[in-house]
């Protein structure tokens, strides 16, 4: 099916529970989704041994780390993600709306291929924090 509308899309809630919704899309080759992240919230850092990552900023501010590199990222910034690269984000605003498209499929699950290194819930509170203390100004 070449053409979707968002509104009739599957909404899946994200595994790490409260943190958002997703909304699905899968070809042979890639994987696409809307993800709605809330306050504070998004994915435990992990990296993709294979896959390679874009995330398009639709909609609210979410603070970023990609690799060594960590900044405020809003409506129009384009972020990738090559394979292996360490990478997780928390919203600032009350919500933010984001656009994801994964290479390869593989199983067609956004969740694939994850890796989490040993310092994962501390990495995840640093960028609570931050975001904490960016939507706080």
Known sequence: MPFYKTSELKTVTLASGSAGEFQPVAGDLMKASLVTFRREKGSVPHWHEKEEQ???????????LVGDEERVIGPGDLVHIPPGTLH??????????????????????????????????????????????????
């Open 88 to 137: 997780s984000g928390r919203t600032i605003d009350e919500k933010a709306l984001v656009f994801v498209v994964k290479s390869p499929a593989e199983d067609k699950s956004l969740g694939a291929d994850q890796h989490f290194p040993s310092n994962a819930a501390e990495i995840a509170a640093r960028l609570e924090s931050k975001a904490r203390e960016l939507g706080a100004k």
């Open 54 to 64: 874009f995330i398009l900023v639709l909609e609210g501010r979410r603070y970023m």
